[in-house]
């Protein structure tokens, strides 16, 4: 089995095309990114198919570390207002990436999109390698 932070291959894909473009992204930017994003999701599995299928975990809305931890990634707000990266642009692709439509992709490279309600990606990568 491989487990992929979903957000962290997202993220990557999105710096990685737009490092020239960072504040005001291309129209045909989206797409690129997908691209990438599935192009180092298949090369992921080519390298490592010996361990099995890939499981992406997504991040949760809520973090159950936010109840007990209020100050939980606080300062990363503050960090992407003075950023000159536009975040709103990366998320919107995010979230066009979890849409219904792009989970039959996920079916044809035979992977799992599984989100994690209450918990972010790298607490069910944790939790499956301990299980």
Known sequence: MILVDFSQF???ASMAYLY???ETPSPAAKNMI???FFSMLLQYKKKFSEYGEV???C???YYWRQ???????YNRKKMKEESHVDW???YETVDELTKRPLNKVFDEINSVLAPAP????DDMIILKCFL
């Open 34 to 36: 997908k691209h990438l």
């Open 67 to 73: 109840k007990y931890f209020p100050y939980y990634k």
């Open 59 to 61: 991040d949760g809305d």
């Open 20 to 22: 020239k473009e960072l």
């Open 88 to 90: 709103d642009f990366i």
């Open 10 to 12: 997202v993220v990557g």
């Open 55 to 57: 499981i992406i975990c």
């Open 118 to 121: 209450g918990r972010i990606s």
